[in-house]
């Protein structure tokens, strides 16, 4: 049997570097490509044995994954933190960290991270896209208030935003100037129209199949509703690639770094190296679930009574709705909540 190729993939917009290498590291050849489809498979083409590929997670590794993957025995996508040491070179070039790729997963020491499958990725997209619509909406809403002061007018607040109150405003208001009133409008539209993409994105993943059963049984958890449920099984796609609830929590960013020196350790705040995603929606999530679920409501309390601040009171819940998510996902059981007599 023929030994593998081992190929380094350093991706960019527009150009890919490779390095081909054997096992023992004789270079077998490198260059570059058009990040072009059809480019591509006329390479991948002409390889003339079985190869392993390493490209860094980048965003347009995506594509170029799924592209190559049938023509590779395997392609790992490697943690960008954790491949920091190709930015340190004092020397670097796309041909160095194409050569430095290919060492790596030549001598299995290679940083892989977890890579979803393509139908999962498509619906975490849209996911991310429906959040970006609701933060356009909210920036569309402080423009309509702003909009307002700078006239001077005057407003309900608690009512700005419903729909027959803002058109009576517009009716209402004297000696504003007509652009003015325009931008309130377009703001208004705007909202509108964001406002019913989401509700339809949202409605659509719901009822996904690949979805729906998982994102039923997270929200029998009182306190779990759509978005935290649907973030969570597209954030997390396979639950068993935890192995503890501490690497869950420390993946959703709920927990600060740990450095420790000659016996010394220091904690710092919460780590940035975590799924931003997941931890805006779980400390949200964990400020208005203790109203709905009484074991979160205790944990909550429990906190306070320590002496701790809300903040941390909060990240407590959030941790233990990471707890109870992943026991959930795992078991393939809905939430019976159980309150000791």
């Not at 054997?22 to 077998?28: F, H, I, N, P, S």
């Not at 170029?64 to 790992?76: N, Q, R, S, T, V």
């Not at 997963?105 to 975490?124: G, I, K, N, T, Y």
């Not at 919460?270 to 964990?286: D, F, G, M, P, Y």
Request: hydrophobic content about 40%.
């Amino acid at each position: 049997m023929k030994e593998y190729y081992y190929i380094g993939l350093d991706v960019h917009k527009k150009v890919i570097s490779y390095c081909i290498k054997k096992v023992g590291g004789e270079l077998v050849g490198e260059g570059t490509l058009k990040a072009t489809k059809r480019e591509l498979k006329e390479w991948a083409s002409g390889i003339d044995r079985r190869w392993i590929g390493a490209i860094e997670a980048t965003l347009f590794t995506g594509w170029i994954y799924d592209f190559l993957l049938p023509y590779a025995a395997e392609i790992k996508v490697g943690h960008s933190h954790m491949l920091r040491a190709i930015c340190a070179s004092k020397k670097k070039s796309d041909r160095v960290d194409a050569a430095k790729l290919a060492d790596m997963v030549r001598c299995d020491w290679f940083p892989e991270c977890h890579m979803a499958s393509r139908d999962v990725r498509d619906l975490r997209r849209v996911l991310r896209y429906r959040n970006h619509i609701v933060r356009e909406a909210v920036r569309m809403k402080n423009k309509t208030a702003g909009l307002l002061m700078e006239v001077g007018a005057q407003y309900d607040k608690s009512r700005l935003y419903r729909k027959r109150y803002f058109n009576d405003l517009l009716g209402k208001l004297d000696d504003v100037p007509d652009s003015v009133l325009d931008m309130l409008r377009l703001s208004r539209s705007s909202m509108e129209v964001f406002d019913v993409n989401q509700k339809r994105m949202v409605k659509a993943l719901v009822e996904n199949p690949l979805l729906r059963e998982r994102v039923e049984r997270l929200m029998s958890i009182p306190g779990v509703g759509e978005i935290t449920a649907l973030t969570w099984a597209l954030e997390i796609d396979d639950p068993h690639r935890f192995s503890t609830v501490k690497k869950a929590v420390s993946y959703c960013g709920l927990c600060s770094a740990h450095n420790e020196s000659a016996g010394k350790i220091t904690r710092g705040p919460l780590s940035k190296q975590r799924n931003k995603h997941l931890q805006t929606i779980l400390v949200e999530a964990a400020k208005l679930a203790p109203r709905w679920n009484p074991q979160l409501a205790m944990v909550y309390d429990r906190e306070r009574e320590s002496g701790s601040n809300r903040n941390v009171a909060t990240l407590a819940v959030a941790r233990k709705l990471v707890a109870y998510m992943l026991c959930i996902d795992k078991s393939g059981k809905e939430f019976e909540l159980k309150i000791a007599a």
